[in-house]
T-cell receptor, first 113, second 109 residues
Framework: NAGVTQTPKFQVLKTGQSMTLQCAQD?????MSWYRQDPGMGLRLIHY???????DQGEVPNGYNVSRSTTEDFPLRLLSAAPSQTSVYFC????????????FGPGTRLTVL | EDKVVQSPLSLVVHEGDTVTLNCSYE??????LLWYKQEKKAPTFLFML????IEKKSGRLSSILDKKELFSILNITATQTGDSAVYLC?????????FGTGTSLTVIP
């Protein structure tokens, strides 16, 4: 049972480049989400999904796309990276409904130059 | 406007001290309030509270929720250097989790 995994751990991009952050979980959780964490800002929700084929926007969705084709995977795409997207990104998963404890992945540290 | 506000922003104490961390919120319709500990990596789960007035305990840590006054507290007794971390409070509304900015706790030997 690997829990929530994220790749890569570190990434450096140039402005305008695109990339996909990968997230996978093996706990059969319906709910998956992406957060960014910046100094002094706490965790802010980017996008979330309550099941395969269903996604919705969180607090800070601009500049990011997601899709959920399987229960296990929830990739986050940056279409045209900007320096403002320099951050640490966490993926999390949980059962949907009820009261919910979230399990977090180890994070991806992204720097956009 | 922030839905979840934590105080203090940072705290420095000596080993053995007792600390109280505060989490106040403005969302009245939520399913649960959660506390996490974050030590330079991913947050790890501490407590989940759903009912007002019922204390959750785990060793030296305890937490309670007051739905009337819209706040929760996290208490840590007999602090140790290993308690040094950022403590995060979050509300789960059924679709989204709203996190506070956290309280940074430093425990000095």
């Amino acid at each position: 049972n690997a829990g929530v995994t994220q790749t890569p751990k570190f990434q450096v991009l140039k402005t305008g480049q695109s990339m996909t952050l990968q997230c996978a979980q093996d706990m059969n959780h319906e709910y998956m989400s992406w957060y960014r964490q910046d100094p002094g800002m706490g965790l802010r929700l980017i996008h979330y999904s309550v099941g395969a084929g269903i996604t919705d926007q969180g607090e800070v969705p601009n500049g990011y796309n997601v899709s959920r084709s399987t229960t296990e995977d929830f990739p986050l795409r940056l279409l045209s990276a900007a320096p403002s997207q320099t951050s640490v990104y966490f993926c999390a998963s949980s059962y949907w409904g009820g009261t919910n404890e979230q399990f977090f992945g180890p994070g991806t540290r992204l720097t956009v130059l | 406007e922030d839905k979840v506000v934590q105080s203090p922003l940072s705290l420095v104490v000596h080993e053995g001290d007792t600390v109280t961390l505060n989490c106040s919120y403005e969302v009245t319709n939520f399913r649960s309030l959660l506390w996490y500990k974050q030590e330079k990596k991913a947050p790890t789960f501490l407590f989940m509270l759903t009912s007002s007035g019922i204390e959750k305990k785990s060793g030296r840590l305890s937490s309670i929720l007051d739905k009337k006054e819209l706040f929760s507290i996290l208490n840590i007794t007999a602090t140790q250097t290993g308690d040094s971390a950022v403590y995060l409070c979050a509300l789960y509304t059924g679709n989204q989790f709203y996190f506070g900015t956290g309280t940074s706790l430093t425990v000095i030997p």
